[in-house]
T-cell receptor, first 114, second 114 residues
Framework: EPEVTQTPSHQVTQMGQEVILRCVPI?????FYWYRQILGQKVEFLVS????????KSEIFDDQFSVERPDGSNFTLKIRSTKLEDSAMYFC????????????FGEGSWLTVV | AQKVTQAQTEISVVEKEDVTLDCVYE???????LFWYKQPPSGELVFLIR??????QNEISGRYSWNFQKSTSSFNFTITASQVVDSAVYFC???????????FGKGTHLIIQP
């Protein structure tokens, strides 16, 4: 069964460093997403991406975040200058279409900022 | 603005009992989509079900069933004859469609005791 894959599974970084989280969405999916989950809290939407541009973004997705689809398979989330409060699980997700189509999640990348 | 409320923070039952997880949502959209996801201790988000706002038929899948009632803005999830493997955090989520991200509830931590 096709799945969303994410790397790394866990990353520890120093405050102020740049981090790139990588994702390979399901191959025939057109919409891509990043979500985050701070430990013990609910899952929060960050950004959606379609046709090589951002479609929607939340208030959390400020200037320190960026997304990119550098090639035909990868989808990345960059955090420019990490803060302690960026420590969270980051989930990549994809869906075949928008319009409420089922969104499938990867296993997550756990980011710890120290 | 969309909102999902899962009032039950934690539920603990003994194996083989039936358990219902409540979900109440708020949206101004006339077309919307409701989801349930399971997050086991390993952390991934597993898709369980998707419902659109025009389909109020209840659904049963094995031991799982869902009751969607537009009149009360609720989308409740029942597990029949619970098993220890059902222990997880369960999230209800709402989407307005398009490239909208999912709005998640805070989750219900379900503990099934042997």
């Amino acid at each position: 069964e096709p799945e969303v894959t994410q790397t790394p599974s866990h990353q520890v970084t120093q405050m102020g460093q740049e981090v790139i989280l990588r994702c390979v969405p399901i191959s025939n999916h057109l919409y891509f997403y990043w979500y985050r989950q701070i430990l013990g809290q609910k899952v929060e939407f960050l950004v959606s991406f379609y046709n090589n541009e951002i479609s929607e973004k939340s208030e959390i997705f400020d200037d320190q975040f960026s997304v990119e689809r550098p090639d035909g398979s990868n989808f990345t989330l960059k955090i420019r200058s990490t803060k302690l409060e960026d420590s969270a699980m980051y989930f990549c997700a994809s869906s075949r279409t928008g319009s409420g189509n089922t969104i499938y999640f990867g296993e997550g990348s756990w980011l710890t900022v120290v | 603005a969309q909102k999902v409320t899962q009032a039950q923070t934690e539920i603990s039952v003994v194996e083989k009992e039936d358990v219902t997880l409540d979900c109440v949502y708020e949206t101004r959209d006339t077309t919307y989509y409701l989801f349930w996801y399971k997050q086991p201790p390993s952390g991934e988000l597993v898709f369980l079900i998707r419902r659109n706002s025009f389909d109020e038929q209840n659904e049963i899948s094995g031991r799982y069933s869902w009751n969607f009632q537009k009149s009360t803005s609720s989308f409740n999830f029942t597990i029949t004859a619970s098993q220890v493997v059902d222990s997880a955090v369960y999230f209800c989520a709402l989407s307005g469609g398009g490239a909208d991200g999912l709005t998640f509830g805070k989750g219900t931590h379900l503990i099934i005791q042997p």
